[in-house]
C-alpha cells in the first residue's frame, strides 16, 4: 500500500542536510505511528549520524510502538546504533518504554563505556520501573572511567529513595573526587535524594574545597534543597555541616541560613543556622547580621543566648548595631545568658561604654562586675 512507500520516503529525508528537514521527516513518521517503525529503525541501523540522531528523535516521538523495536538494536554487536536505540528509549518516556528496563539493564555488564553512560542515563529516567536494577547502577560508581561514575551519580538521584539508600555512602564518597564532573553529579544527587542524604551534608561541604564552579554551584544547590526541603534532621545536619564549611560555602548560603533562622520551626535548626552565621566573623553580610539580632526577642533562651554569641563573633559592628538591646537584656537575663552579653558588650571599644555604671562597663570603660557590681 501507499503506507511503507510514505514511510519509506519520509525515512530518506531523516538524513537531509537541514536540519529542520530531518525534524520534519521524524514528525512525519511520528505521525504514521507503528507504521513508521520499520524504515526508522533501519536508518538507525545504517544511517548517518545525522540522520541516526534523526531516527531516534523520531523513534522516540512514535513511544510504545516503537519500544520493541528500538530494544532489538540494543542486542546488536555496533555500538553506535545501541547509543541511539537508548537515546531513544530514553526520550520516549516510562510509560512507553517501562517493558524494555532489563534490556536496558542488561547493557550495564561487558560493553563499552559509551553506551553503559547511555543505559545509565535511560534508567534514571525510569525511576520506579528501573528501581530493581539499583545495585546494578550503583555497581557503576566505582566504575574507572569518570564519566560512568558521573553518569551512574546521576541516574541514582532520579530512582526511588528506598532503593537508593545503602548506596548513599558511596555517592558521598565521590565529593572528593579528582573529576570536577563527577562531583558535580554526585553533589546533585544528594540535593536530589534531600529526604535522606542528611548523614551526608559534611561530605558534601568538602566540595567547597574545591576550586571548581560547576561543583560549588552544584554543592550550594543542594544545600539549598537541604536547608528548604529536609526533614529535621537534615535541615539541622545541613547547617551544622555549614559551621565547618569554607568560608565561601558559608557566604553563597548565607542568605539561605538567614531565611532558616527567621523562619524555621525547629529550635534546633535554628540554632545551628545561628551557629553557622556566627562562623562567617565580621564578613557576614548585613541581612544575615539583622536575621541574628532579629532572635535577641525570641522566647527560647538557647536561642537568645546563640544569637548574642553570633553578634559578638560577628565583630564590633554587629554588636555596636544593636548595643542597645544588649544592654536592655543585661537588666532580666539568666546567668548564661547574661554572660554571653556580657562578652559580646566586652568586644566594644571602651569609649562606647555607657556614661553611668549601670551595664556592663563602668564609666571608665572598665568592666563593671569585676568589682562587686552586677
Known amino acids: 500500500g501507499r503506507l511503507p512507500g510514505l514511510a519509506a520516503r519520509l525515512a530518506a529525508l531523516l538524513g537531509d542536510g537541514e536540519r529542520r528537514v530531518r525534524g520534519a521527516a521524524a514528525e512525519g513518521l511520528a505521525a504514521l505511528g507503528a507504521g513508521g517503525v520499520e524504515a526508522t529503525v533501519e536508518v538507525l541501523r545504517t544511517g548517518s549520524r545525522q540522520a541516526q540522531e534523526a531516527a ?13 523495536a528500538a530494544a532489538a538494536v540494543l542486542e546488536e554487536d555496533d555500538e553506535t546504533p545501541r ?26 555488564e561487558g560493553t563499552r563505556p559509551r553506551v553503559r553512560r547511555e543505559a545509565l542515563a535511560a534508567l534514571g529516567l525510569h ?38 539508600v545503602p548506596h548513599l555512602a558511596t555517592v558521598a564518597s565521590l565529593m572528593t573526587d579528582y573529576v570536577p564532573d563527577v562531583v558535580e553529579a554526585a553533589a546533585s544527587t544528594l540535593g536530589a535524594l534531600c529526604g535522606i542524604s542528611g548523614p551526608y551534608a559534611p561530605q558534601l561541604a568538602l566540595v567547597f574545597l574545591d576550586e571548581d564552579e560547576s561543583a560549588c554551584n552544584a554543592a550550594t544547590a ?46 534546633h535548626v535554628r540554632e545551628e543556622a545561628l551557629r553557622a552565621l556566627a562562623a562567617l566573623g565580621p564578613a557576614a553580610p548585613p541581612s544575615a547580621v539583622e536575621a541574628v539580632a532579629g532572635v535577641l526577642h525570641d522566647a527560647s533562651t538557647v536561642l537568645r543566648r546563640a544569637a548574642v554569641e553570633a553578634l559578638r563573633d560577628m565583630g564590633p559592628d554587629a554588636v555596636s548595631a544593636h548595643e542597645v538591646k544588649l544592654r536592655e537584656m543585661l537588666q532580666l537575663a539568666p546567668g548564661g545568658l547574661r554572660r554571653a552579653v556580657q562578652a559580646a558588650l566586652a568586644t566594644l571599644p571602651a569609649d562606647n561604654a555607657p556614661a553611668s555604671g549601670s551595664g556592663s562597663r563602668g564609666g571608665d570603660g572598665r568592666s563593671g562586675d569585676g568589682r562587686g557590681g552586677d
Open 56 to 68: 531516534s528523535r523520531a523513534l522516540a516521538l512514535i513511544g510504545e510502538p516503537a519500544a520493541s
Open 127 to 164: 525511576g520506579q520501573a528501573a528501581a530493581h536494577h539499583c545495585g546494578a547502577v550503583a555497581r557503576c560508581l566505582e566504575s574507572v572511567d569518570w564519566s560512568e561514575r558521573a553518569a551512574a551519580a546521576r541516574a541514582i538521584g532520579l530512582l526511588p529513595e528506598a532503593v537508593v
Open 83 to 108: 547509543v541511539w536505540a537508548l537515546r531513544a528509549l530514553r526520550d520516549m518516556g516510562r510509560t512507553a518504554a517501562a517493558q524494555q528496563v532489563d534490556a536496558i539493564a542488561a547493557l550495564l
Open 222 to 267: 543542594a544545600f539549598r534543597r537541604m536547608l528548604r526541603a529536609g526533614g529535621v534532621c537534615t535541615r539541622e545536619a545541613a547547617a551544622a555541616a555549614l559551621r565547618g564549611a569554607e568560608r565561601e560555602g558559608l557566604q553563597r548560603l548565607a542568605p539561605d541560613l538567614a531565611v532558616v533562622v527567621v523562619e524555621d520551626e525547629d529550635r
